[in-house]
């Protein structure tokens, strides 16, 4: 027997938490559609992101590493599937909405643009006097105007929780833009969750990338608390060096502490708050999903050994250094001479520089095209546009 929307859905109402989002409450999306027989609204969203063009870039953009590093590094999208199964665990041991975490968790990286926070930068500095650039405000720019998938609308036309869920994605890295709506307000539980898992999936995967690189030395984390304490648990010694299943291992039991501290700590908030329903979630001061005051102060160590240690490592910083010369040299020559651009491209630069296109600037549109490039497509493009012996 086929389950229905509306038995899912009923399922919700009764088995979820009363501060969970339910598929039935949504408020819907910008243009009317037809429900779907067996599919949830968030199940819909979920499904649309997984489709697109800028998910699949994902594979190919870097996350510390840039792809040419080597290819068992992390890159967007296995950081955006960490996240997710991260995200989903600690939904289900809430008994917050399952469907619609997945949704957020799957589109909140989608608009970062090639070579990781350094490529970002560079975006931002070429865009300070056209608005600037945010990977945020691009993921939503993405769902909403760019990606192409219906005849009837721009854009993938996603529920409101899960653009709200974009919209307000925050990390100690990521702030939401004050443009964002409902400002005043908190995300919903599962917006929080997903704050909470790309933490936990960024700083436990960029340590063992690190380590897995060599540009991180296990000598060098001895005064690193939770990672003392696991070493201690597991009977690990890392004075002759850490093999392959020993990292393993301690980052396995990494992920399992994060997890197991955030779930106790915010169901313990959630208790003293009385929460009933998704807007008191919104209406509280603070957000409720968070660590336990001891495990924030040992992320607070392993994200300052990590910034001091890896991301400002001589090696990373060249990269860095690399990306923002090729992005820049982009930049400018695409403005210059935009018929060097894809026709598609090249033609909306020519439509908003005679001022056919009122809503967008031939810096926005460029930057669109910049931040859709995969690391390795943006190598290439510089080598065809630069290197005079290379065939264009």
């Known amino acids: 027997m086929i389950v229905s929307r509306e038995e899912l859905e009923q399922y919700e109402i009764e088995h979820l938490a009363p501060y969970a989002m339910k598929s039935r409450y949504t408020r819907g999306r ?6 779907h027989a067996y599919r949830t609204v968030y199940q819909r ?9 800028a998910f699949r870039r994902l594979e190919y953009k870097t996350q510390v590493f840039i792809t040419s590093e080597g290819d068992y590094y992390r890159t967007r999208l296995t950081h955006t599937l960490e996240v997710a199964q991260i995200g989903r665990t600690i939904a289900r041991a809430l008994r917050a909405n399952e ?4 949704a957020i968790c799957l589109a909140h990286d989608l608009g970062h643009g090639p070579f990781g926070h350094s490529g970002e930068a560079t975006l931002n500095t ?11 405000i691009q993921s939503l720019r993405i769902v909403e105007r760019l990606e192409k998938r219906f005849p009837e609308f721009d854009g993938l036309n996603l529920s ?14 990521d702030c939401p833009p004050a443009t964002s709506e409902e400002p005043c307000h908190r995300g919903t539980l599962e917006c929080q969750i997903v704050n909470a898992a790309d933490e ?8 063992d990338d690190g380590l897995r690189s060599g540009l991180l030395l296990p000598r060098q984390l001895r005064e690193v608390t ?9 009977d690990i010694d890392v004075a002759t060096g850490l093999s392959e299943l020993d990292r393993h291992r301690i980052i396995r039991r990494m992920i399992g ?6 779930i106790a700590a915010t169901d313990e908030r959630l208790q003293d708050c009385h929460t009933c329903s998704p807007d008191d979630i919104r209406a509280l001061p603070e957000n409720v999903v968070a660590h336990s005051q001891a495990m924030q102060r040992h992320n607070r160590e392993i994200k300052d050994f990590l910034y001091h240690n890896l991301y400002r490592h001589w090696r990373v910083m060249r990269m860095a250094s690399k990306a923002q010369r090729l992005l820049s040299r982009l930049f400018r020559l695409y403005l210059a001479e935009p018929w060097l651009l894809p026709e598609q491209v090249q033609e909306r630069v020519i439509r908003a520089r005679h001022g056919h296109d009122t809503c967008e600037s031939p810096e926005r549109i460029i930057c669109d095209y910049l931040a859709g490039m995969t690391d390795r497509f943006a190598q290439q493009e510089y080598q065809k546009l630069f290197d005079p012996l290379e065939r264009v």
């Open 160 to 173: 409101w929780e899960v653009r709200e869920g974009i919209m307000k994605h925050e990390t100690e890295y």
């Open 126 to 136: 070429l865009m300070k006097d056209h608005g600037g650039f945010d990977h945020n």
């Open 45 to 53: 969203d979920r499904d649309r992101i997984l489709h697109t063009t």
């Open 30 to 35: 910008e243009y009317p559609e037809d429900e």
């Open 99 to 102: 469907d619609l975490t997945e």
């Open 200 to 207: 936990i999936a960024y700083i436990t995967s960029d340590l």
């Open 226 to 234: 939770l990672w003392g304490e696991i070493v201690h648990a597991l």
């Open 257 to 262: 502490q994060e997890v197991t501290d955030l």
